[in-house]
């Protein structure tokens, strides 16, 4: 392999493992009842895996609810997830100090196992402390995995593309 094919295999490479997801996300298991409230239940973890200036949050699992009596209809609840990132130091829970994602909501189907997945969020800032915050109207048992890790800022599949596209056309012409 040529000096200049070499250069641009690993330039493809680099691109490449930029704009992957991060291996080292961090799994946080868990398996509580979020209570009918509306002050809901808020988790905290630290965040450190990773390197980057931006923090990816991802969560799936399943939520039930256990109030059907056949024959009559399930009933339909509903389940929010925000995920949020501490931005001051403070006890308190509130915007002054925790940035939050826009509400993810599920609905959860009574009697039976509801899967979800929040899909990925990301937000700017290596946040040192992160955490996944829930609300229900009624008890709902979730069992879930929380992802999280600072990260590399995305790439966007087209300029990912281009260049690669770009390597690979500086490898050919220069023969």
Known sequence: MSV???????????VMGLSASNALAQSEAIFLTVPASTVGVHLEFANTAGTGGFTEFSMFGVATHADWS???PPELHTLVIVFEWRI???????????????DMITTVIGGMPNPFATGTFITPGAWDTVAVHFYAGFPITVSATFDHAWTPVPAPGALTMLVVAAAL???RRRR
């Open 88 to 102: 001051a130091g403070g006890v308190i829970h509130d915007s002054t100090n925790w940035g939050q994602s826009p």
């Open 4 to 14: 200049n094919r070499s250069a641009a295999l690993a330039a493809v490479l680099a």
């Open 70 to 72: 056949p024959p009559a």
């Open 169 to 171: 056309g500086a490898g």
